[in-house]
């Protein structure tokens, strides 16, 4: 199981970036294919991002495609997720996981949710 701990979320104006960063200690992260969530208070988690074991997959919510870029850093035990042209509705806690093939968080394979990290963007 690998622990995670999110970083990098702040306040941002529309139409402006931010990157945020995901580093996993534990077990070997390069085992696990990773993804980004999202939450807003009062809703369910929703998936926004995953890539593969050795980077060379990714997938998107149709919200984010084209705004949004998941990579990863074996090395450094690192998933990122690069965000562009924010828009207000992207305003949510944000969250790594392991995920499985279908994109859901994998739960066998991490401690518990990381603290999150959160991201407003203002109108």
């Known amino acids: 199981q690998v622990q995670l701990v999110e970083s990098g979320g702040g306040l941002v104006q529309a139409g402006g970036s931010l990157k945020l960063s995901c580093a996993a200690s534990g077990r070997t992260f390069s085992n696990y294919a990773m993804g980004w969530f999202r939450q807003v208070p009062g809703k369910e988690r929703e998936f926004v991002a995953s890539?593969?074991?050795?980077?060379?997959?990714?997938n998107y919510a149709d919200s984010v495609k084209g705004r949004f870029t998941i990579s990863r850093d074996n090395a450094k035990s690192t998933v990122y997720l690069q965000m562009n042209s924010l828009i207000p509705e992207d305003t949510a806690v944000y969250y790594c996981a392991p995920v499985r093939p279908d994109f859901t968080p994998n739960p066998h394979a991490m401690d518990s949710w990381g603290k999150g990290t959160l991201v407003t963007v203002s109108s």
């Open positions: 890539i593969g074991r050795i980077g060379a997959s990714t």
